[in-house]
């Protein structure tokens, strides 16, 4: 078959399609991803084709740029406060997912039309996966990751994109879709006809990372404890949404191991002995060494805690980081705080919490017992047909 992938150009949602892709080309089949900007580079590093289908002169990060600006000259998080999901908070997100999605729509149909796949795979919460698959009649997966699980975000997506399918005479609600959840089923809320897979952790291209490096495969003294901002917040907002809490790192029984790519670590001021800063690490093999993670509520890290059974400490600062937090604590697999809230005592209390290690043990038992993306991709013909 020939199966075009319609995804967002950001790394989170990239890196959680490419196992599956992987895994479909290894079957046999025709792969071609569809998206737009500096992202979709991450693609070809992964060894996967695909085509720019951003419309020239559209800025397809200006969205997520708009809302780093308001959130810097609001001098705090745009959507995270803390305690229940606000209307607003939820509304402002189905907005900002649809734009990005009606964004690359025309491109994406335009590339369809060209290549006439047989099956379109896409995030769920990415509307122009619907809209391909409508137009040509063809099944569509739709990806679900923790993000999905906010009731009605999918939901409300479609209603902000109603436009752009009636422009396009499509149904979305009429297409042959099938849910392919990539989450742990104590987690999954949805019911239906919809497929599992256990969610493969990839961190990018291991020609970027570089070779691992020899402490990391040693057994550390004593717990280790990852901190990253994924590749969002360091770009657009800085690092000093964690200055505040670095300086008292050096009370915590740990060591810590900063991974922040790029980003400029002045702004973090000299870093207590117990502080280990480094740029890009392959996050799945660090992770399967640490005790626990402090991060910024992204999908693809969420996921990779979670199967690598760590506690967590999610500091969501906006786009679906707050929800992806607000699941990582009701779970039990650690707690949710705003950066400026977060302290030494927390940590140790995280760290220490039986409940939040058996927890998180149980949580990757779950993921482990899931598909695998090749057992997926093999049954994927009678799945679809």
């Known amino acids: 078959m020939r199966i075009l992938f319609c995804t967002y150009s950001t790394a989170s949602d990239l890196f959680a399609t490419i196992p599956f892709a992987w895994a479909l080309r290894a079957a046999g089949h025709e792969i071609l991803y569809a998206g737009g900007g500096e992202g979709m580079r991450e693609v070809a590093k992964a060894g996967l084709p695909y085509v720019d289908i951003a419309t020239p002169g559209v800025d397809l990060a200006a969205p997520f740029a708009r809302r780093a600006a308001q959130s810097r000259e609001k001098g705090q998080l745009v959507w995270y406060r803390g305690g229940d999901l606000q209307e ?7 907005a ?18 060209q290549w006439r796949p047989d099956l379109v795979v896409s995030p769920d919460h990415q509307g122009s996966g619907a809209v391909v698959a ?42 042959r879709t099938r849910l392919l959840r990539t989450t742990p089923p104590s987690l999954f809320r949805a019911s239906g006809n919809h497929l599992a897979m ?22 550390p003294d004593r717990p280790r404890v990852c901190v990253t901002l994924g590749t969002f917040i360091p770009q657009y907002i800085g690092l000093s949404l964690i200055r505040d809490f670095v300086a008292e790192l050096d009370t915590v029984d740990a060591d810590f191991v900063f991974v922040l790519g790029d980003a400029d670590r002045t702004e973090l001021g000299t870093l207590p002995d117990n502080v280990r800063s480094h740029g ?10 640490c005790d626990a993670i402090i991060h910024h509520g992204g999908t693809s890290t969420s996921l990779a805690a979670m199967s690598a059974g760590i506690r967590q400490i999610a500091l969501p600062h906006g786009s679906d980081q707050p929800f992806n937090a607000r699941l990582v604590a009701e779970r039990g697999l650690g707690v949710t705080c705003a950066a400026a809230e977060l302290t030494a005592k927390t940590i140790t209390t995280v760290l220490e919490a039986p409940e939040i290690g058996t927890a998180a043990a149980q949580v990757r038992e779950e993921i482990a017992r899931l ?3 090749s057992g997926v991709a093999s049954a994927l013909p009678d799945l679809v047909g």
């Open 371 to 373: 598909p695998s993306p």
């Open 280 to 289: 890009w690490i392959p996050l799945n093999t660090l992770l399967d060494s």
């Open 88 to 94: 607003d908070e939820v509304r402002a997100t189905s």
């Open 96 to 113: 900002l997912f649809a734009e990005l999605s009606e964004l690359v729509v025309p491109g994406a149909v335009r590339l369809a039309r």
């Open 198 to 219: 256990r969610p493969v952790p990839y961190n990018g291209s291991y020609l970027e990372l570089g070779t691992i490096p020899d402490w990391l495969l040693r057994s």
């Open 134 to 175: 409508g137009l040509l009649s063809v099944p569509l997966i739709a990806m679900s990751n923790l993000f999905a699980l906010v009731p009605d975000m999918v939901d409300r997506i479609r209603g902000e994109m109603a436009g752009t399918y009636d422009r396009y005479g499509i149904d979305p609600g009429s297409s």
